[in-house]
T-cell receptor, first 111, second 117 residues
Framework: EAAVTQSPRNKVAVTGGKVTLSCNQT?????MYWYRQDTGHGLRLIHY???????EKGDIPDGYKASRPSQENFSLILELATPSQTSVYFCASGDTGYEQYFGPGTRLTVL | AQSVTQPDARVTVSEGASLQLRCKYS??????LFWYVQYPRQGLQLLLKYYSGDPVVQGVNGFEAEFSKSNSSFHLRKASVHWSDSAVYFC???????????????FGQGTVLSVIP
C-alpha cells in the first residue's frame, strides 16, 4: 500500500529560526508535493518536484525552499520562520495515475 | 487555470439520512476530478476519482459521485450516512499537462460534515 511519512509530527519553532520538515515515500512516485492547510483556505501548494534533483514553485512559495535529494525524500525548509507560517503541512506523492497520496501532516507552531 | 468551489462550508445530517456534498469546478478543459476525506488529525484519503467514461463513479464506504459537464459539477452522494462519516470532505481537480508531466491538484475549501447519531 502507498505510504507517505512525515517528520516531525509536531514542531514548535521560534521566530527567525530555521525549520526543516521531512517527507519520505515508499511508492516510487516521481512527483512529490508540499501543501499547507489553513482554516478558510483549504490546501495550498507550496512546492513540488518531478523527481530527484528537481524542485518547482507552487502557488505560495514565498518564505519556503524545497529539496529533493532522492526519489524517496522531499524536504520543506523555512530559513527564517515567521508566525504567519504557523500551519499544518502535508506532503503528498503521485504519479501517472494522477491521484495523490498524502502523509499524516506536520503541525508547526512559530512563536 | 482551474478552480473549485464547495459552496457549503458545513453540513449537518442525521445518521441514516442521505447526503449530497456539492462541488463546482471551473476549467478550460475537462479535468480529472477527485473527492478526498480528512478525519481529525489525519492526512487526506482518496474517496473516489473520475477521469472519463461513466459519469457516476463509485468510491469507498458507499460513496459515489456524479460528473456533469453541462453543470461543471462533481457532487458527492451517499444513500445512508453513519456517524463515522463525520469528517472534512475536499473536492479537487487537476488537468492533464503532458505525458510524464506534473498533475497539480487544486482543492476546494472543504465541507465539514457532522453526522448526528
Amino acid at each position: 500500500e502507498a505510504a507517505v511519512t512525515q517528520s516531525p509530527r509536531n514542531k514548535v519553532a521560534v521566530t527567525g529560526g530555521k525549520v526543516t520538515l521531512s517527507c519520505n515515500q515508499t511508492n516510487n512516485h516521481n512527483n512529490m508535493y508540499w501543501y499547507r492547510q489553513d482554516t478558510g483556505h483549504g490546501l495550498r501548494l507550496i512546492h513540488y518536484s518531478y523527481g530527484a534533483g528537481s524542485t518547482e514553485k507552487g502557488d505560495i512559495p514565498d518564505g519556503y525552499k524545497a529539496s529533493r535529494p532522492s526519489q524517496e525524500n522531499f524536504s520543506l525548509i523555512l530559513e527564517l520562520a515567521t508566525p504567519s507560517q504557523t500551519s499544518v503541512y502535508f506532503c503528498a506523492s503521485g504519479d501517472t495515475g494522477y491521484e495523490q497520496y498524502f502523509g499524516p501532516g506536520t503541525r508547526l507552531t512559530v512563536l | 487555470a482551474q478552480s473549485v468551489t464547495q459552496p457549503d462550508a458545513r453540513v449537518t445530517v442525521s445518521e441514516g439520512a442521505s447526503l449530497q456534498l456539492r462541488c463546482k469546478y471551473s476549467s478550460s478543459v475537462t479535468p480529472y476530478l477527485f473527492w478526498y476525506v480528512q478525519y481529525p488529525r489525519q492526512g487526506l484519503q482518496l474517496l473516489l476519482k473520475y477521469y472519463s467514461g461513466d459519469p457516476v463513479v463509485q468510491g469507498v464506504n458507499g460513496f459515489e459521485a456524479e460528473f456533469s459537464k453541462s453543470n461543471s459539477s462533481f457532487h458527492l452522494r451517499k444513500a445512508s450516512v453513519h456517524w463515522s462519516d463525520s469528517a472534512v470532505y475536499f473536492c479537487a481537480v487537476s488537468i492533464f499537462v503532458a505525458t510524464g508531466g506534473n498533475n497539480k491538484l487544486t482543492f476546494g475549501q472543504g465541507t465539514v460534515l457532522s453526522v448526528i447519531p
